[in-house]
């Protein structure tokens, strides 16, 4: 799986101060020198642009407890809840799956690739992904949900995934990848129609997973030859 694509957080739009800017440049410095002790003094720090860079350095050293993972998801800032999620990929006794109702849907999205990236699930988390694949309002956390379920391969998951391949195109693109570890007539047809579908990306991935072409070409290539 690719990383969450993410939205706008709620911190994207203040201005940034000089200060701000040093503490935050310190803080990333302190993952690349290994330096443990000024990474986690700036867990604290009143920015939550900071406290997000602080986190991923004490990440990239291998030094993040789970206690302070944890406490990064509860964050009130969506930008530092978001890099608690990635980094709470290799902390798998820190739980997720309240992230998936999370107020912010970049959150949510970051939370859903994360489980994905895990592999093996926790209780629940199959039925939860499957749940937001089908729910959300927001794009992007539909696909990202069918992504995890694709990348955990559980056939708790299939059907949502079926579903998704009536999705929009860009989650019909996603769904029939996620199709790959999955075996059977539903699938099959699944993957037969998305031969037919309108957007040619969503055919041609299921030309890939049929090891077949069909002679379709791309809108561009298209109208080159035009």
């Not at 330096?35 to 350095?57: G, Q």
């Not at 798998?92 to 912010?104: A, E, I, K, R």
């Not at 994905?116 to 949900?145: F, I, S």
């Amino acid at each position: 799986m690719t990383g969450p694509t993410g939205g706008k957080d709620e911190a994207g739009d203040e201005a940034v101060s000089p200060a701000e800017i040093r503490r935050r440049r310190e803080a990333a410095l302190a993952g690349h020198l290994g330096d443990e002790a000024a990474a986690r003094c700036f867990l604290a720090d009143p920015s939550p642009r900071v406290r997000a860079t602080a986190l991923w350095a004490l990440w990239r050293q291998g030094r993040a407890h789970d206690g302070e993972v944890a406490a990064m998801l509860a964050d009130p800032a969506p930008v530092v809840r978001r890099r608690a999620c990635e980094v709470a990929v290799s902390h798998p006794g820190v739980d997720l799956l309240s992230l998936l109702d999370d107020h912010q849907s970049s959150v949510v999205e970051a939370a859903a690739w994360a489980l994905g990236e895990r592999g093996a699930p926790e209780a629940g988390t199959v039925a939860a992904l499957a749940r937001l694949a089908g729910d959300h309002d927001d794009a992007l956390c539909r696909e990202a949900a069918v992504a995890a379920l694709g990348a955990i391969g559980h056939e708790r998951g299939l059907r949502a995934i079926l579903n998704a391949t009536g999705d929009k195109p860009t989650i019909r693109r996603r769904a029939v990848i996620a199709l790959a570890p999955f075996e059977g007539d539903e699938v099959d047809a699944a993957l037969q129609r998305a031969l037919d579908d309108r957007d040619w990306q969503v055919r041609q991935a299921a030309e890939d997973l049929l090891g077949q072409s069909v002679g379709r070409e791309s809108p561009d290539a298209l109208g080159k030859r035009g």
